[in-house]
């Protein structure tokens, strides 16, 4: 069985040893290690991040396994995850009407390239009910006013209950989830967006970037917090424009990015990779 530790604490003398020896002494093969130190080695206050993939040569299962390491965490105050490589994590998708960031997520998983277990899409609107269904998976539509977004939040909590959900996707979802419904998931929900913000907010960014002649643009993927479009930032990339594209091309190129960062994203999240610490990650390679 191959498993996934995610492990942090204050760095301390003897952490990476002991964990080691820890997992040898469970017949554990130590397949991929990196680590990083948070504030320098040594130094007052410095944090110790490591993910260590490993396999186990016997039958024991993940719970006695972090139950016998529980000693080892105790003694160094870890945070310890986890994670068995062999169950891929619940995940739902939500979107509005744009189907760029869907449509490529939808084909990766399909195809065996991102390794979750998706098990519904939610939107706000049914443009995409064909083509989400033709795949073979759910699609609950559950629109969405101003005055009635609290009871719809609660039907998107309730669908993401009802399929025991445990990441959420926002694949341009064109709604502001409330400080709840975020609470209820939290760093379980990637959101991804242009990366102007705080420029040019609002509708219609790409002609604002356009007016304005901007030279690069790009995209960001990150956890949703309580604010808006602040949380811990997984991915990010940019693409370099000239004034010779007009608006829409500027928009196809922002697509573009956006379809590449937020997979990246979700793939990192999926495949354990991803450590969140204050407002800011850590993204093992």
Not at 28 to 45: P, R
Not at 129 to 147: K, S
Not at 263 to 284: D, F, N, Q
Request: glycine share 6%.
């Amino acid at each position: 069985m191959s498993y996934v530790l995610l492990l942090s604490c204050p760095d301390r003398f003897g952490v990476v040893a002991a964990t080691a020896e820890f997992i040898a002494s469970q017949e554990g093969n130590i397949i991929h290690a990196e680590q990083y130190v948070k504030g320098g080695v040594g130094g007052d206050g410095s944090v110790f991040f490591q993910r260590i993939e490993f396999e186990l040569t016997n039958d024991r299962s993940a719970t006695d396994f972090h139950d016998a390491f529980q000693a080892v965490a105790d003694r160094f105050a870890m945070v310890v995850d986890l994670r068995d490589n062999s169950v891929p994590i619940p995940t739902a998708i939500m979107c509005s009407k744009q189907p760029h960031c869907l449509y490529d997520l939808l084909t990766r998983w399909r195809s065996g390239e991102m390794p979750m277990d998706l098990r519904v899409v939610i939107s706000n609107h049914p443009d995409h009910r064909d083509i989400v269904e033709h795949m073979g998976l759910p699609f609950v539509h559950l629109p969405v006013t101003q005055d009635t977004r609290p009871e719809q939040e609660l039907e998107v909590l309730a669908t993401l209950a009802e399929h025991d959900v445990e990441l959420t996707v926002m694949a341009r979802y064109m709604q502001i989830l409330s400080d709840n419904f975020v609470s209820q998931h939290p760093m379980r929900i990637i959101n991804i967006h242009h990366s102007f913000l705080p420029a040019f907010v609002g509708a219609n960014p790409y002609r604002q970037a356009h007016e304005r002649g901007v030279k690069l643009i790009g995209a960001t993927a990150h956890y949703a917090t309580a604010d808006l479009d602040e949380g811990p930032i997984i991915a990010q990339d940019t693409a370099h424009v000239t004034h010779r594209e007009n608006v829409q091309q500027l928009t196809a190129r922002g697509r573009d990015v956006e379809t590449l960062v937020l997979s990246r994203a979700v793939r990192a999240h999926l495949e354990h990779k991803v450590a969140v610490h204050g407002h800011r990650t850590i993204v093992y390679s």
